[in-house]
């Protein structure tokens, strides 16, 4: 079974320009979860998707960041205009609420922006 | 409000001797899980080990451990017979409700061959 994909794996950009992050979860995962790690940081929630609407977006920066899953498969992280603070590695994750009372999340490999 | 909390920023271990990572945590809750998560230099975070609050035995996979003391609020990881695969950074995670999950910052481990 194909695990989360995410692409591209590496993004350098100058400050001011767009850049978009994807994201494929697990097959038949319903919840996606968009996560930003600072170096030497563990990773916080940007937000949580239930299919394709999203239910928790309380941390994501709405000015410069915007996320869709239409389809409620794949996603689109995007920031306009990217600044130098961004520079981080984006994580998706995804999870199916099974026999455990928390949805265990597994992740992909992370994008790695840097903002010049 | 819930935290979790690593204090150990570095740790080194000998190739085939056994290493503890410590995590602490604050909640309220009384029935909750915990994980332990592996971030080698690829990025990919990989779940090495879970544990129930409820349940008093401490978790195990294979040269992975867990001493889970409840009422310390304290989770921490042991490796055993450490392998040079096993470098990198480990977090320990709590996930508040269903969906959330509360990070530490992470231990960067060393394995020295």
């Known amino acids: 079974e194909a695990g989360v994909v995410q692409s591209p794996r590496y993004k350098i950009i100058e400050k001011k320009q767009p850049v978009a992050f994807w994201c494929n979860p697990i097959s038949g995962h319903n919840t996606l979860y968009w996560y930003r790690q600072n170096l030497g940081q563990g990773p916080e929630l940007l937000i949580r998707y239930e299919n394709e609407e999203a239910v928790d977006d309380s941390q994501l920066p709405k000015d410069r960041f915007s996320a869709e899953r239409l389809k409620g498969v794949d996603s689109t992280l995007k920031i306009q205009p990217a600044e130098l603070g961004d520079s981080a590695v984006y994580l998706c994750a995804s999870s199916f609420r099974g026999a455990l009372g928390v949805a265990e999340q597994y992740f992909g490999p992370g994008t790695r922006l840097t903002v010049t | 409000a819930q935290t979790v909390t690593q204090s150990q920023p570095e740790m080194s271990v000998q190739e085939a001797e056994t290493v503890t990572l410590s995590c602490t945590y604050d909640?309220?809750?009384?029935?909750?899980?915990l994980f332990w998560y592996k971030q080698p230099p690829s990025r990919q975070m990989i779940l090495v080990i879970r544990?129930?609050?409820?349940?008093?035995q401490n978790a195990t996979e294979n040269r992975f451990s867990v001493n889970f003391q409840k009422a310390a609020k304290s989770f921490s990881l042991k490796i055993s017979d450490s392998q040079l695969g096993d470098a990198a950074m480990y977090f320990c995670a709590y996930p508040s409700g269903t969906y959330k999950y509360i990070f530490g910052t992470g231990t960067r481990l060393k394995v020295l061959a």
């Open positions: 909640t309220s809750e009384s029935d909750y899980y």
């Open positions: 544990q129930e609050a409820y349940k008093q």
